[in-house]
């Protein structure tokens, strides 16, 4: 097989791929549980960014831009969860993105979670879920939209 066979055959095979971008956004220092989800991510299929901690809302929305990114999954465990998912979702709708799946993960309190969706975050994963619903829900979430 050609190199210009093989670089296309790896390009139609990514083409079919769903790309995650999971972030650690503000000061939470913990991302074991971020880890966890992204290679479980990886495991099923998906192509998963993950950005390292202490990441910006700006940081955040500017890599799911550039990676051209399906979903983003923010893991938040330091109780700023009211603050940061509001501004990445307003900063992704001030860039026009609004085709992607935004999911949370973490110690978000039960009363936190409709304020989250009416935000329009797709889904809130708290301690305990397990990684196939999160793999399920991605899956399922990307190909309806």
Not at 19 to 31: C, I, M, Q, S
Not at 87 to 97: A, F, H, N, S, T
């Amino acid at each position: 097989m050609s190199a210009a066979a093989t670089s296309q055959s790896s390009a139609e095979a990514r083409q079919g791929k769903i790309r995650v971008v999971v972030a650690k956004p503000g000061l939470d220092g913990h991302d074991r549980g971020a880890k966890i989800i992204a290679r479980a991510l990886r495991d099923a299929g998906m192509e998963v960014i993950y950005t390292g901690l202490h990441q910006t809302p700006e940081q955040i929305v500017e890599t799911v831009i550039q990676e051209d990114a399906d979903a983003v999954g923010l893991s938040i465990l330091s109780g700023a969860h009211m603050t940061l998912v509001p501004r990445i979702v307003e900063l992704l709708r001030e860039q026009d993105v609004h085709d992607v799946v935004v999911t949370v993960g973490g110690t978000i309190p039960a009363e936190d979670i409709p304020e989250l969706k009416e935000l329009g975050v797709a889904e809130v994963f708290t301690p305990g879920a397990s990684t196939q619903s999160i793999v399920d829900f991605i899956r399922g979430a990307v190909s309806e939209g």
